[in-house]
C-alpha cells in the first residue's frame, strides 16, 4: 500500500547540520499525515515532527526553533532539515505515514543520526 524509504543520516559534530528524506511510493493519495520519529539507544520512539496534506507543521518542544519539516509533493518526498544538532538529537530516525482510509501507519526502516565531536 505505502512503502517509506529514508536517507540522509549519519555522523555529525554539535552544531552541525542534516537533512533527512523520506520517499513514498505507493497508495500516497490515501496519506493524511507523514511525519518523523525518533528513537534513542534505551528509549522510546518520540514524535519529532509531522506535516499535514495542508502543509501544516507540528514539532516537539525539543526541536523547535532548531528543524524543519516539509514536502515536496511532486517528488512524494518528505524532509526533516535538522540544524544546530546537540549530542541529544542522537537517535535512530523515523519516518512514518498514516492513513485514515487505510487505517493505518506505515514506517520506513530508520536512519541512524549521531552527534559526537
Known amino acids: 500500500q505505502v512503502q517509506l524509504v529514508e536517507s540522509g543520516g549519519g555522523l555529525v559534530q554539535p552544531g552541525g547540520s542534516l537533512r533527512l528524506s523520506c520517499a513514498a511510493s505507493?497508495?500516497?493519495?490515501?496519506?493524511?499525515?507523514m511525519g518523523w520519529y525518533r528513537q534513542a539507544p534505551g528509549k522510546e520512539r518520540v514524535l519529532v515532527a509531522t506535516i499535514t496534506n495542508g502543509g501544516g507543521t507540528n514539532y516537539a518542544d525539543s526541536v523547535k526553533g532548531r528543524f524543519t519539516i516539509s514536502r515536496d509533493n511532486a517528488k512524494n518526498t518528505v524532509y526533516l532539515q535538522m540544524n544546530s544538532l546537540k549530542p541529544e538529537d542522537t537517535a535512530v530516525y523515523y519516518c512514518?505515514?498514516?492513513?485514515?482510509?487505510?487505517?493505518?501507519?506505515?514506517w520506513g526502516q530508520g536512519t541512524q543520526v549521531t552527534v559526537s565531536s
Open positions: 512514518y505515514a498514516d492513513s485514515a482510509f487505510y487505517g493505518s501507519r506505515y
Open positions: 505507493g497508495s500516497m493519495f490515501r496519506i493524511n499525515v
